[in-house]
């Protein structure tokens, strides 16, 4: 073996270790910045689930709701079929999947369960409400309505995750092209400049995941970054346009509670079918129950029993007309 053979080939071997090195130093920064998209696909899909959550709930709660209000008169006269009759157009629903009525004695009355198999990653949301009625003028619970609702995953979250996805895998042919190209270049120039351009990848996806977390954990008080020519500008900017529309929304959810607390009348918010969204401390005060127990309720629960056959909520929204309400207690108060 001549001297020139054995430099070439110590040369050759010298660059293949470096090459290599450099190759599983790139592939190790791929993997990482692989996992961390993933990470933050998974944040986003769970922020936008955590705000699709409390809608699916307080739906099932209307559902509920009017489903109790519906079977009154047949539970307490124990008729099944006049109970399967009320419940029939709740049936109708596509995102109920079960239902079923429990009398005040723990037995089972009635069952309804759909066939179909939810969707995979669907939303779910079990609310039981009380089924109330005022005999001999005591308020009595004569049963339970439970209503199980099921909706497929939101379309934004699984957009959303794709698009990272998608983001992810250019990103990662990116690493390796640039690893060939390194491949050429002097061992130590390769590898601190494969170093440098992983890292300059990296950041702005920690910094998405870091904003991500915030905004999951109900911090919205703090702007997601936009680099104007970063290659993620875009997700940068949806993500702090969501920042901005959810501090927005608790901004004025809270202010409303505090003027409406601030109120000495009794104040009740309602969404259009009647389904009791906000009750002031006023309200809760007079009919003596707590904010909770009122919340996804029909308004129809608290009017005295004469006055619910009447009551038109399309009319009282447009003017003024007088009603009963009944307390906790029993009492029946006229109210404005």
Known sequence: MTTANFKFRYAGGAFLVVVLAAAAVSGVLALR???????????????????????????????????????????????????????????????????SVTGSSGRRLFAWQRSAAPAPGALSAEVTAPVRAVIDGIPQTLGTVTVSLEQAAPVSAVSLAGRLQAESAGRTRLTWLLMVALAGSAALLAAALAWHVTQRLQRPVDSLIKSAERIGQGDYTRPVEVRAHDALAELQQALERMRGRLRQSTINKNYLHSVLNSMTDGVFVTSPDGVIKVANLAACKLLGYGEEELLGRSILAVLEERERAGFDLLQAAQETRETVVRTRSGQTIPVS
């Open 33 to 99: 910045h692989a996992a961390d998209t993933r990470t933050l696909s998974l944040l986003a899909e769970r922020t936008t689930r955590e705000r699709l959550d409390p809608e699916l709930q307080a739906r099932a709660q209307s559902i509920a709701a009017h489903a109790a209000d519906s079977i009154i008169g047949a539970l307490r006269a124990a008729d099944v079929n006049g109970m399967a009759r009320r419940l029939q157009p709740f049936l109708d629903d596509a995102t109920l999947s079960e239902i």
